[in-house]
T-cell receptor, first 113, second 112 residues
Framework: DAEITQSPRHKITETGRQVTLACHQT?????MFWYRQDLGHGLRLIHY???????NKGEVSDGYSVSRSNTEDLPLTLESAASSQTSVYFC????????????FGPGTRLLVL | AQTVTQSQPEMSVQEAETVTLSCTYDTSESDYYLFWYKQPPSRQMILVIR??????QNATENRFSVNFQKAAKSFSLKISDSQLGDAAMYFC?????????FGEGTQLTVNP
């Protein structure tokens, strides 16, 4: 069965370190998304991609970057981790525009000390 | 920018009863899609139901149905015959193009 996976599921790091969260989907979806979830804010969009070599900033992109070298993967990098980036991170994918829903990975809980 | 508002941070329902979760949104678009997602304690986001704005008929998925009022920009979720497994955070989401905008969620408790 097609799926979307994230790794690691839990991560503890120190401020200033670079951290990369992996996202891999086997749906063959063109669209991929990264969100963060914090209490009181729901899910907020960090970055998204509509295909290989395409990346776009979301509403909370500062301090994060992504790259898309193939259809299956969209890694999220925190260039210099900050305590404000402690959160739960979700990756999602979907077919192109229209009624297609986004399918979510299981999430990565990141703690920045 | 589109906004999605869920005015009920918490709701509770007795097992086997019916509960309605509210959602309103703001948009100037005429063609868009609406979704309800469920997030149980496992934190996995699970699609519950979707609605196309151009369809007048309300979507239904087993015990889950929506009341879509396009003019009022309202999209409520009704859960019938509530079960203990329905306890979760529920998120309303709006989509035009490819991007989703989420509400802040409603925490649903199901009492036995």
């Amino acid at each position: 069965d097609a799926e979307i996976t994230q790794s690691p599921r839990h991560k503890i790091t120190e401020t200033g370190r670079q951290v990369t969260l992996a996202c891999h989907q086997t749906w063959n979806h063109n669209n991929m998304f990264w969100y963060r979830q914090d209490l009181g804010h729901g899910l907020r969009l960090i970055h998204y991609s509509y295909g290989v070599q395409d990346t776009n900033k979301g509403e909370v992109s500062d301090g994060y970057s992504v790259s898309r070298s193939n259809t299956e993967d969209l890694p999220l990098t925190l260039e210099s981790a900050a305590s404000s980036q402690t959160s739960v991170y979700f990756c999602a994918s979907s077919e192109s525009e229209g009624p297609a829903a986004q399918y979510f990975g299981p999430g990565t809980r990141l703690l920045v000390l | 920018a589109q906004t999605v508002t869920q005015s009920q941070p918490e709701m509770s329902v007795q097992e086997a009863e019916t509960v309605t979760l509210s959602c309103t949104y703001d948009t100037s678009e005429s063609d868009y899609y609406l979704f309800w997602y469920k997030q149980p304690p496992s934190r996995q986001m699970i699609l519950v139901i979707r609605q196309e704005a151009y369809k007048q008929q309300n979507a239904t998925e087993n015990r889950f149905s929506v009341n879509f009022q396009k003019a009022a920009k309202s999209f409520s979720l009704k859960i019938s015959d509530s079960q203990l497994g329905d306890a979760a955070m529920y998120f309303c989401a709006y989509k035009d193009g490819s991007r989703l905008t989420f509400g802040e969620g409603t925490q649903l408790t199901v009492n036995p």
